[in-house]
């Protein structure tokens, strides 16, 4: 009985261990699986960034349905254009075609800097805007950030393939950053 009894203890504490493990974020699931080929700054906050990294011989729905069986994102984009977005807590994760057909880039980006840096347009035909209103937590980001980028020459980022290591990004801070007040006053109907 004691043996039965310190082997159902053994069991348990082997269980809770285990539940109570560190759990990994997208990010690490991708440093784990692919080459890190490059690292991009925010061009408001160095904090912000996005790391690339190249999944050879792997297509995008290889490594899409990969990431999702590891850690189910918040959102999936349709794959369109040789693209598909993975929106998670933290992060959001952009596969695009690598240099060669069999390659895929995959982009792990913070939140802060997709909000900050990216073009809009990134996104056409794969998240609705409503949705990066969301996750952005920006009322109307699309319209703002497409004004940000027009007025600063168009120097947005616009994903590793078209921008890549080059990006300086847009001068100034977005209107729309560093607000965390809602506004409105008493009876308001916060």
Same mark, same amino acid.
């Given at each position: 009985m004691k043996r039965l009894t310190g082997l159902i203890l053994l069991t348990a504490f082997v269980l809770l261990v285990s539940a109570c493990g560190i759990t990994k974020d997208i990010q690490e699931v991708v440093e784990d699986r692919y080459q890190l080929e490059d690292v991009v700054e925010s061009s408001v906050d160095s904090g912000d960034i996005s790391k690339i990294y190249t999944a050879e011989g792997k297509d995008i729905p290889a490594v899409s349905s990969y990431l999702q069986e590891q850690i189910k994102p918040n959102e999936v984009s349709e794959l369109k254009d040789g693209k598909q977005v993975l929106v998670y807590d933290d992060f959001i994760v952009s596969l695009t075609e690598g240099d060669s057909d069999s390659d895929t880039l995959v982009e792990v980006a913070t +939140?802060?800097? +997709?909000? @900050?840096? &990216?073009?809009?347009?990134?996104? @056409?035909? *794969?998240?609705? &805007? &409503? =949705?990066?209103?969301? =996750?952005? @937590? +920006?009322? @109307?980001?699309?319209?703002?950030?497409? /004004?940000?980028?027009?007025? /600063? *020459?168009?120097?947005?980022?616009?994903? &590793?393939? /078209?921008t890549g290591g080059t990006y300086k990004g847009p001068s100034g801070t977005p209107s729309f950053r560093g607000s965390g007040s809602r506004g409105g006053g008493p009876g308001t109907g916060k």
């Open positions: +939140v802060g800097f +997709v909000r @900050d840096n &990216y073009q809009p347009s990134f996104f @056409d035909g *794969l998240l609705a &805007y &409503y =949705i990066l209103d969301e =996750i952005l @937590d +920006v009322d @109307d980001w699309g319209k703002k950030q497409k /004004s940000r980028c027009k007025n /600063s *020459l168009g120097n947005c980022y616009g994903g &590793y393939k /078209s």
